[in-house]
């Protein structure tokens, strides 16, 4: 059971490419999340989705674009890569809660991207 | 703005001493509350959840709840050095789609 994974685990671009990171969920959680993780600001929402084809953004959305065609998939797009989107980018994915609530984010192993 | 306020550290504490990580939050209505662990270069692990004012206890491992105050706690018993790492608080957005507030994290050092 492969959980959570994410690809590549290292990337190393140019400013102004297009770089897109993957996570793909062997779960058939409803909801998958990325996020990024830079330090003195913890962990931050970029998107996240509900279920195929619902998504929406999160607290830092500019530069970056989601789609989730299949449940298992969520891939992130930066459109144009640029240094202060260098960072540990984090996916996670949970269930629907159900009548207690219960709805616990589990974490990919991440993708650390260097923008330079 | 919704916020979830945590002690950066370091907490250093002896091994086999009782470890206290504290986190604080500012939506009164929040009902779920999440720890994590996270060592150095890996990504979160959930290792506590609770919803209920009160203490839930797995293990080594105790989480105090109490809404009124906004508080939410990690107590870690018999520290090991194998605990040294970040604690992250987590609460969820009562703005609904599962969404998880993080706090920015405490990191434990627990000394031999």
């Known amino acids: 059971d492969a959980g959570i994974t994410q690809s590549p685990r290292y990337k190393i671009t140019e400013t102004g490419r297009q770089v897109t990171l993957m996570c793909h969920q062997t779960w058939s959680h409803s909801y998958m999340f990325w996020y990024r993780q830079d330090l003195g600001h913890g962990l931050r929402l970029i998107y996240y989705?509900?279920?195929?084809?619902?998504?929406d953004k999160g607290e830092v959305p500019d530069g970056y674009v989601v789609s989730r065609s299949k449940t298992e998939n969520f891939p992130l797009t930066l459109e144009s890569a640029t240094r202060s989107q260098t960072s540990v980018y984090f996916c996670?994915?949970?269930?629907?809660?159900?009548?207690?609530?219960?709805?616990?984010?589990?974490f990919g192993p991440g993708t650390r991207l260097t923008v330079t | 703005q919704k916020e979830v306020e945590q002690n950066s550290g370091p907490l250093s504490v002896p091994e086999g001493a009782i470890a206290s990580l504290n986190c604080t939050y500012s939506d009164r209505g929040s009902q779920s509350f999440f720890w994590y662990r996270q060592y150095s270069g890996k990504s979160p692990e959930l290792i506590m959840s609770i919803y209920s004012n009160g203490d839930k206890e797995d293990g080594r491992f105790t989480a105090q709840l109490n809404k009124a105050s906004q508080y939410v706690s990690l107590l870690i018993r018999d520290s090991q050095p194998s605990d040294s790492a970040t604690y992250l608080c987590?609460?969820?957005?009562?703005?609904?789609?599962?969404?998880?507030?993080f706090g920015a994290g405490t990191r434990l050092a627990v000394h031999p």
């Open positions: 996670a994915s949970s269930e629907t809660p159900g009548l207690a609530g219960y709805n616990e984010q589990y």
């Open positions: 989705s509900a279920a195929a084809d619902i998504t």
């Open positions: 987590a609460v969820r957005d009562t703005g609904g789609y599962n969404k998880l507030i």
